[in-house]
């Protein structure tokens, strides 16, 4: 009797590894073939977002490099492009989050700050646009006439609203040395010389 049980519950054992060893290798190759489609899906995807945004189709490029970072979250080059079609697009509090995460991974970058501030700005955070801009022009602005013109601008209106009318006049000066002007720059000169804390809307 106690040969019998013995030879049964050997049987049992063995039965319990040989599902065991299956079950293992059935879960293995799904894990793999998930791992693979993942990579060849982020592939897929930034081609097609390069594409998109070759062709200037904003939307479709924003939505392409959307899925194309949460594929891989440090694509720094998917991340300045989303945030790029996002600006383009004007959806600026989108594109905060987008421009975030690229001077996160490039802290060293001064346009990534400097975007990153115009979006603040545009949404009327005024207090992080003047840290960004201001950290933008501290590393060093890129040879970029419209962003820094951009920039200058917006820090010009912000150490004017701050009281600080001397560095306010200081930012927008550059503009005159660039022979640049508009109404709205010439607005910007006429708050800071008659010392006025006023945004110019």
Known sequence: MLKVLVMRFSVLLFAFFICGQFLWGAEEVPRAKRQGTQSMDYQAVSEAAQRAWEARQFDEAARLYAEGVN??????????????????????????????????????????????????????RYPAAFEHLRKAEQIGLPPDRDLTAEVKYDMAVLWDTAGKFTEGLNEISWFPQQNLGSDEILLVIGLSIMQRPWFPY
Request: hydrophobic share 40%; charged share 20%.
């Open 71 to 124: 594929l891989n979250r440090k694509w720094v080059e998917g991340w300045g492009r989303l945030a790029a079609c996002l600006y383009n697009l004007g959806r600026y509090a989108e594109a905060i989050d987008a421009y975030r995460q690229t001077a996160q991974l490039g802290p060293a970058n001064p346009a990534s700050w400097a975007y990153l501030g115009l979006c603040e700005y545009q949404v009327r």
